[in-house]
C-alpha cells in the first residue's frame, strides 16, 4: 500500500512496527510535494533539509523505545503563522518574508515533544485574515478536490495539503472559521477546541481574545490524537486553561444513544445551498438512526455574529500588526524621509490590500467618539451570543449545522466582494464569540464533486461530546461504504 | 496684576517598583547592563510572545494604595494604549484605563500652612518603554530594550494642591510612603520616580477651573518648584493680558529655567485604548488582599510617633531620622546594638548629615554598617577615645565602613588616661609657658583653654580634656 494512504494514527503503527522507516514516510511527502504542489501551492516554506535530520533523530529514538506516543515519526504541516525556530515564519506576508523566529509555538513544541516530524509551513490567508486563502503574498493555494477552486481560508495550505496528502495531517489556527471552513471546503477533518485548551504562544496574533490552534486530519481518529497532544497548560499564555480532561481520544467511541442534537432553524434559513443543507441534514440523519435524539430550535442572534466578530477580531489586529513596523524585524521600505514616512511606507508596502482594510477597520471602531457605539456594543453582542449558546446546551449536548453556505468558490469570485466574503463565515464566527469547539467532517460533496462539512458544535470543554459524535458518524459513513 | 489668583496643581506621578524581574516577563530589571542584554521575545515584542502579569507588581501596587488609603479594585483590567514609537517594541504600551488597581485615596500632607487632604484619584499598573540612543556622527538612532517592561506604577493626584511648597510636600509623602514599603528608591534623579505637573490659575474665589498645561522633564525637587513658579506666572501673565491659555503639554528646561510646548491638545493622539485580550482580569481575593495588608510595614508617621514615644526623642530628631526608611533603618539596627538611642540620633543627625551633606549624598547611598557606629559609641562611651577623635573616624567609617574599635588599636589612638605621664607633659607645658601661666593666675580664666589646647597637642589628641583640666588647676 502507498504510504501516503495512511491516516497519521496508522503510519505511526507501521512506523513503531518497523515496517516503514521516518525517512521513508518523510521521502514519500517530499516525492508528493514535488509532484503536486506547484499545482496546489499548500507551502510556503518546505524544508527537506530539517525534515530528514529530524527524521532520523526520531528513529533513533523509537529504535530506542524514547518515543512511544502515536504520532512519533510522523510528518506534519504547520500553518505558517506558527512560529518554528529557525524556519522562516512569514504569516504569508511580504512584511515578515525573511523572519526566522528565536522560539518555537508551544503547540509545535509538543508535537515535537511527540515525535513529529516538520515537513514545512503552510499557506494561509495574509495573517490569517481571509476565508479563501487568496489574499497570501505568495500566491493562493488550489483546493486538491477541484483546483479551480478555492481551499477555504485562513488555514487553506493546511487544509489542502491534508487533502493532497502532502502531509500525514497539520496544524491550523481558527479566529473565526479558519480551521472548521477549509476542512469543510477540502473534505479533511477539522476541529477548533475549546479557547484556552491549546496555548497560543508563538501563535502570530490575529484576534487574541478569539485565536486558538487546532489540527487538520484525514479522520477523526487523528484529530483526537493530535489534539490530546497539543494542548497543555501553558504558564507563558495567561489565557490558557488547566484542564486534566484532555484525554481526548478515550472518546474515540462509537455510541451517540441517548445524545441530544439541537438543529438551530437560524443555520439552515435562506442563503444556505440546497445541496449542503441536504447532505449536512441527511448527515444528522444517520445519528439519529445510530440513537441521537434530534430537536430543532431557534438558536437567535445568527445575523449579529458577522458585525460583532469583524469588530472584535479586526479591532485586536489592528493592535496586534502595530508591531510590524521596520524598526526591529521584517521588511523595511528602501526609501523613506524620515521615522513616520518609514512606517507608512514600510506598512503601505508590506501589508495587502484586506490586512489593511482590517486594520483600517479595526483602527476606525476603536477611535475616540466611536468605541462606545461600535467596540462595546460588540462585546455585549459577544456576550449575548454566548448566553444563547448557554441556553441551547442546557438542552442539548451538541448543535450541529453547515461550516458554510455553500461548497468551496471558484478561485478569484471572492476577494472582488468583502462584503460578501465575510458573509460566508455566518456558521462559524459565532463558536469563537462563544470560545466554544466545534468539529469539521465531511457528510458528502455536491454536483460539482466539491466537499461539503457538516459541522458539530459542543459547549465549553466538551470535545469529547464532538469526538464521539463525529466518530459515530464517520464509522456510519464507512460502513455505508462512502468514500470519505 | 490687578486679581489675584489661585494655583490648582494635580500630579501624574510615575514610580519604577523594585521588583526583580519585568512586569511580564522573566527579564531582569537591573541598571547599568549592555544594550538590549537583558531582554527576551515578549520584552522586545516579537511576533507569537505573550505577557505574563508578575505577581509582585500587584502587590506593590496594592501595598502602596492601602498605604494611600485607596479602594483597591478587586477584579482590576490591562488595558492596551496604541501608539507608534520605536522606543515601545508591540507599538502599544500595556496599562490600566477602563479598572485601574486602586482609586480614591488621600495623603495628608504638612506645609508651613499647616496640615492638608491630598486626594489620590486612582493609581495604575503599567510597563515602561525602552530607550532611544541618538548617534550624532552616523544620523541613525539605536534602541535599547532594557527598560522595556520595566514595571511603573502611576499615582494620579485629584488637583488638590495649590502651591510649590505643597506639591514638594506630597512628593515627599509619597517618596516616603514609597521607600518604605520597599516598592522603590524613588530617585528623582535617576528617574525611578517622574513627576508630571497639571497646572492651571483661576481668579481667586472662583470654583470653575482654567484651562491647565502638563509639564514634562522635572528631574529635582527643586526643578518643579521653579516650574510651578514659572508657569503660574506665565499662565497668569496670559491672562492679565487678556490672552487664552492653551492646553498643552510643556517641557521643562531647568537650566534656562523656561518651558516650551512639546505637543497641543488639537495635536493630541487618538490611543485607541480597549481592553487587552492577553491578560485575564487580576483578581485579587480577599484572602490575597489581608496578606498583603499584614505585611506592610510600619509606615513613617507611625514611626514617627513611636519615635517619640519609645527613645523620648524630641520631634525634630525624631522626623530627621524617619525622613528616609535608610536612616530609621540605620538607626533602629544601631540602637539594638548598644541600647544608647539618644547617642546614636546624635551621631546620625549632627555628624551623618553633615557629611551627606557635604559629600552630594542620599541616605539612601550611606554604606556604613549599624555594627561600626554601636562600635564607635561603645569607644567613647568608654573613655577610650575622646570626642575629637572619634570624630575622625566616624569620618572613615561613614566612608569606607571601617571597623572603629581595629583601627583605634592599630593607629594607637586610645585616650591617655596615664595620669603620671600626663602629668609631666603637663608640668612641661607649664614651664614652656609663663605668659599664660601668669594670665590666668591673674585671674584671666580663659588662659587655660590655651594650656589644655597645647596639651592635647603634645599628646596627639589622645588625651581626656577633662583629666587635663583637672591636672592643670591642681598645678597651678
Redesign the interface.
Given at each position: 500500500m502507498d504510504i501516503l494512504q495512511y491516516t497519521a494514527a496508522e503510519l505511526g503503527k507501521k512506523i513503531k512496527a518497523g515496517e516503514v522507516t521516518v525517512k521513508e514516510a518523510c521521502e514519500a511527502v517530499f516525492a508528493r510535494i514535488e509532484e503536486k504542489d506547484k499545482e496546489f501551492n499548500c507551502y510556503i516554506t518546505v524544508d527537506r533539509e530539517g525534515a530528514l535530520a529530524r527524521a532520523a533523530e526520531v528513529q533513533k529514538q523509537i529504535e530506542a523505545g524514547t518515543l512511544t506516543g502515536p504520532l512519533a515519526g510522523v510528518p506534519v504541516a504547520v500553518k505558517d503563522n506558527?512560529?518554528t525556530k529557525g524556519l522562516r515564519?512569514t504569516?504569508a506576508s511580504k512584511i515578515?518574508e525573511d523572519?526566522v523566529?528565536?522560539?518555537s509555538?508551544e503547540a509545535v513544541r509538543n508535537l515535537e515533544k511527540a515525535g513529529a516530524v516538520i515537513i514545512g509551513k503552510t499557506n494561509m490567508d495574509e495573517f490569517a485574515m481571509g476565508s479563501t486563502t487568496e489574499t497570501s503574498y505568495y500566491g493562493p493555494t488550489k483546493n486538491p478536490c477541484s483546483p479551480e477552486h478555492v481551499p477555504g481560508g485562513s488555514s487553506g495550505g493546511s487544509a489542502a495539503a491534508v487533502a493532497a496528502r502532502e502531509c500525514f495531517y497539520a496544524l491550523g489556527s481558527d479566529t473565526g472559521g479558519s480551521i472548521r471552513q477549509p476542512a469543510s471546503f477540502c473534505g479533511v477533518v477539522g476541529m477548533k477546541p475549546t479557547y484556552g485548551t491549546v496555548s497560543?504562544?508563538?501563535?502570530?496574533?490575529y484576534?487574541?481574545?478569539l485565536d486558538q490552534i487546532g489540527p487538520l486530519c484525514k479522520d477523526v481518529t487523528d484529530c483526537a490524537i493530535v489534539l490530546e497532544a497539543i494542548s497543555s497548560h501553558d504558564?507563558?499564555?495567561?489565557?490558557s486553561l488547566d484542564r486534566t480532561d484532555t484525554d481526548f481520544t478515550s472518546a474515540l467511541v462509537e455510541d451517540v444513544q441517548g445524545m441530544r442534537i439541537g438543529i438551530p432553524r437560524d443555520y439552515f434559513g435562506p442563503g444556505l445551498d440546497p445541496e449542503v443543507r441536504e447532505a449536512v441534514l441527511a448527515a444528522v440523519e444517520l445519528l439519529k438512526k445510530k440513537g441521537a435524539t434530534v430537536e430543532e430550535f431557534e438558536l437567535s442572534l445568527v445575523e449579529y455574529a458577522i458585525p460583532a466578530y469583524y469588530v472584535i477580531a479586526c479591532?485586536?489586529a489592528?493592535?496586534n500588526l502595530?508591531?510590524?513596523?521596520g524598526?526591529?524585524?521584517g521588511y523595511r521600505a528602501k526609501e523613506f524621509e524620515g521615522?513616520?514616512d518609514m512606517?507608512k511606507r514600510t506598512r503601505a508596502e508590506g501589508f495587502g490590500t484586506e490586512t489593511k482594510r482590517r486594520i483600517m477597520l479595526g483602527?476606525f471602531v476603536?477611535?475616540?467618539g466611536y468605541?462606545d457605539a461600535y467596540?462595546l456594543k460588540a462585546l455585549r453582542t459577544k456576550a449575548l451570543i454566548k448566553q444563547a449558546f448557554d441556553k441551547a446546551f442546557a438542552k442539548y449536548d451538541v448543535i450541529i449545522g453547515p461550516a458554510a453556505p455553500a461548497t468551496a468558490p471558484k478561485l478569484g469570485e471572492s476577494l472582488s466582494d468583502p462584503i460578501q466574503m465575510y458573509l460566508g463565515d455566518i456558521y462559524t464566527v459565532s463558536v469563537n464569540l462563544a470560545g466554544l469547539p466545534g468539529i469539521t467532517v465531511p457528510c458528502g460533496r455536491d454536483e460539482k464533486g466539491l466537499p461539503i462539512g457538516m459541522q458539530i458544535i459542543g459547549n465549553c470543554f466538551e470535545e469529547k461530546k464532538l469526538i464521539r459524535m463525529a466518530y459515530t458518524y464517520e464509522c456510519g459513513r464507512r460502513k455505508e461504504g462512502a468514500e470519505l | 496684576m490687578s486679581r489675584e489668583y489661585e494655583t490648582v496643581i494635580g500630579l501624574e506621578v510615575h514610580v519604577e517598583l523594585a521588583t526583580k524581574t519585568k512586569i511580564f516577563c522573566g527579564c531582569s530589571t537591573a541598571f547599568g547592563g549592555a544594550p538590549n542584554t537583558h531582554v527576551c521575545p515578549v520584552c522586545s515584542g516579537m511576533p507569537g510572545s505573550l505577557p505574563v502579569l508578575n505577581r509582585q507588581v500587584v502587590e506593590y501596587a496594592a501595598a502602596v494604595g492601602l498605604a494611600t488609603n485607596c479602594t483597591i479594585t478587586q477584579c482590576c483590567k490591562f488595558d492596551r494604549k496604541n501608539y507608534f514609537y520605536p522606543d515601545n517594541p508591540q507599538n502599544y504600551q500595556i496599562s490600566q484605563l477602563y479598572l485601574p488597581v486602586c482609586r480614591d485615596g488621600k495623603v495628608e500632607i504638612e506645609t508651613a500652612d499647616g496640615k492638608k487632604t491630598v486626594g489620590i484619584h486612582e493609581i495604575h499598573m503599567e510597563e515602561d518603554a525602552g530607550k532611544l540612543i541618538h548617534d550624532e556622527w552616523e544620523d541613525c538612532s539605536y534602541v535599547d530594550f532594557n527598560r522595556s517592561g520595566v514595571p511603573l506604577i502611576e499615582i494620579v493626584s485629584e488637583p488638590d494642591m495649590r502651591s510649590a511648597d505643597e506639591v514638594i510636600a506630597y512628593l515627599e509623602k509619597l517618596r516616603l510612603i514609597i521607600q518604605y514599603l520597599g516598592a522603590s528608591d524613588c530617585k528623582l534623579q535617576e528617574g525611578s520616580m517622574r513627576a508630571d505637573v497639571n497646572l492651571s490659575v483661576r481668579p481667586a474665589g472662583t470654583s470653575k477651573l482654567g484651562t491647565r498645561t502638563e509639564m514634562k522633564n522635572l528631574n529635582s525637587f527643586k526643578a518643579i518648584a521653579r516650574a510651578v513658579e514659572n508657569e503660574r506666572r506665565r499662565q497668569i501673565e496670559l491672562l492679565e493680558e487678556g490672552r487664552p491659555v492653551v492646553q498643552e503639554t510643556r517641557r521643562w528646561d531647568d537650566n534656562k529655567e523656561y518651558s516650551y510646548p512639546m505637543r497641543s491638545k488639537e495635536d493630541a493622539q487618538d490611543y485607541r485604548y480597549f481592553p487587552e485580550p492577553d491578560l485575564p482580569p487580576v483578581v485579587i481575593s480577599d484572602q490575597w488582599l489581608e496578606e498583603i495588608r499584614q505585611r506592610q510595614p510600619e509606615l513613617r508617621d507611625e514611626k514617627l510617633a513611636r519615635y517619640k514615644e519609645e527613645y523620648m526623642l524630641p520631634d525634630y530628631d525624631a522626623k530627621i531620622l524617619t525622613s528616609s526608611k535608610k536612616m530609621a533603618d540605620l538607626f533602629e539596627e544601631t540602637v539594638a546594638l548598644c541600647q544608647k538611642p539618644k547617642k546614636v540620633s546624635n551621631w546620625l543627625m549632627v555628624e551623618t548629615m553633615r557629611l551627606l551633606k557635604e559629600q552630594e549624598m542620599e541616605p539612601e547611598d550611606m554604606a556604613f554598617s549599624p555594627e561600626n557606629l554601636a562600635k564607635l559609641i561603645e569607644l567613647v562611651e568608654a573613655g577610650t577615645i575622646n570626642g575629637t577623635i572619634a570624630k575622625e573616624v566616624f569620618e572613615l567609617v561613614f566612608r569606607d565602613n571601617i571597623d572603629p574599635a581595629a583601627y583605634v588599636e592599630e593607629k594607637g589612638l586610645k585616650t591617655e588616661n596615664d595620669t603620671d605621664a600626663l602629668r609631666e607633659i603637663v608640668e612641661k607645658v607649664i614651664a614652656d609657658n609663663p605668659q599664660s601661666v601668669a594670665d590666668y593666675r591673674n585671674g584671666k580664666e580663659k588662659a587655660i583653654g590655651f594650656l589644655v589646647g597645647q596639651t592635647m597637642k603634645a599628646t596627639r589628641g589622645k588625651a581626656n580634656p577633662a583629666v587635663i583640666n583637672q591636672l592643670l588647676k591642681e598645678l597651678l
Open positions: 506558527m512560529n515564519t504569516c515578515l523572519f523566529p528565536s522560539f509555538a497560543r504562544y508563538g501563535l502570530i496574533a484576534g487574541s481574545s504558564p507563558k499564555d495567561s489565557t479591532a485586536e489592528s493592535s502595530a508591531r510590524f513596523d524598526v526591529k524585524y521615522l513616520h512606517y483602527s476603536l477611535s475616540s468605541y467596540y | -
